[in-house]
Nanobody, 123 residues
Framework: EVQLQASGGGLVKPGGSLRLSCVVS????????VGWFRQAPGKEREGISCIMVDDGNTFYYASMKGRFTISTDSAANTVYSQMNSLKPEDTALYHC????????????????WGQGTLVTVSS
């Protein structure tokens, strides 16, 4: 059974940082692509980034470049998202996901994902 358990969310002030973690079970991330997306209440899902773990190739959606960094630890089968300079509009439920397709022009196609971790940016 594939499981992606995200954690590390919480309440942070504008300008602050958070590091999200996602422990994956059911498949080895070492030869796969994984990524992050978010969904705010009443809004459509928004892709953040994805990474091809074996070669480190990454893709960031345009609005996420510069403040979000995706990384992985294959030994721990874990995916991370470092988020800096957070803004109130970053408030959302953040999910990590298995990526079924990754293309520089088309972005990330997300497959299975977990329940997510809530990030709230507020003063």
């Amino acid at each position: 059974e594939v499981q992606l358990q995200a954690s590390g969310g919480g309440l942070v002030k504008p300008g602050g940082s958070l590091r999200l973690s996602c422990v994956v079970s059911g498949f080895a991330i070492a030869n796969r692509a994984v990524g992050w997306f978010r969904q705010a209440p009443g809004k459509e899902r928004e892709g953040i980034s994805c990474i091809m773990v074996d070669d480190g190739n990454t893709f960031y959606y345009a609005s996420m470049k510069g403040r979000f960094t995706i990384s992985t630890d294959s030994a721990a089968n874990t995916v991370y998202s470092q988020m800096n300079s957070l803004k109130p509009e970053d408030t959302a439920l953040y999910h990590c996901a298995r990526v079924t397709k990754m293309a520089s022009g088309a972005g990330c196609t997300f497959g299975s994902w977990g329940q997510g971790t809530l990030v709230t940016v507020s003063s």
